[in-house]
């Protein structure tokens, strides 16, 4: 079975400092994979999604970046974080194009992130 | 006008009740549709897909598509307290990469 693993699940960091979330996928190969972001009250916004190696789709200008240097791994970065970076971080994984059930997400356990 | 509209709740409901959760869409080439549970501070968690117009059961859960009114419904019956979570729908079209969620319906079942 699949599954997906997120962390740190918490994060307390000044104004100013860098960032660094890993999500990582078992179980599958090649899945297309997503971050996103959840504000207090409010809905998912798609921050990027990568359907492979190195290639990564920004939806939003904004001060972070990703970056997917294997194959099962994504990673959310930022050089200085704002206090408007604070929210929950959703990292989600989509089945490769070919599988049956290929239309749908799967969410991992989220980092909530404080700037401060 | 948003692409995916939800009414926020809170909806508090008495144990057993049969519950109604609904979106309503702007876009008419989305073609699959999905509801999630989102425990607070949790991930949200998929509970039923549904493939263009008609109905899914599963377990105690019913999701219906309306694709000519551009309206999706989830029912819960005999809800229960671990029921209580936020519920989003979430939606696509046949090409491209990218779901349009809903901002989430916060339910409350109480006991």
């Known amino acids: 079975s699949q599954t997906i693993h997120q962390w740190p699940a918490t994060l307390v960091q000044p104004v100013g400092s860098p960032l660094s979330l890993e999500c990582t996928v078992e179980g599958t190969s090649n899945p297309n994979l997503y971050w996103y972001r959840q504000a207090a009250g409010r809905g998912l916004q798609l921050l990027f999604y990568?359907?492979?190696?190195?290639?990564i789709s920004s939806e939003v200008p904004q001060n972070l970046s990703a970056s997917r240097p294997q194959d099962r791994q994504f990673i959310l970065s930022s050089k200085k974080l704002l206090l408007s970076d604070s929210g929950f971080y959703l990292c989600a994984w989509r089945p490769p194009r070919l599988a049956e059930y290929q239309e749908t997400q799967y969410f991992g356990p989220g980092t909530r992130l404080l700037v401060l | 006008q948003k692409e995916v509209e939800q009414d926020p709740g809170p909806l508090s409901v008495p144990e057993g009740a049969i519950v109604s959760l609904n979106c309503t869409y702007s876009?008419?080439?989305?073609?699959?549709f999905m509801w999630y549970r989102q425990y607070s501070r949790k991930g949200p968690e998929l509970l039923m897909y549904?493939?263009?117009?008609g109905n899914k059961e599963d377990g105690r859960f019913t999701a219906q598509v309306d694709k000519s009114s551009k309206y999706i419904s989830l029912f819960i019956r005999d809800s229960q307290p671990s029921d209580s979570a936020t519920y989003l729908c979430a939606m696509r079209g046949n090409y491209g990469q990218n779901f349009v969620f809903g901002p989430g319906t916060r339910l409350s079942v109480l006991p």
């Open positions: 549904t493939y263009s117009s």
């Open positions: 990568s359907v492979g190696i190195g290639q």
């Open positions: 876009n008419s080439a989305f073609q699959y």
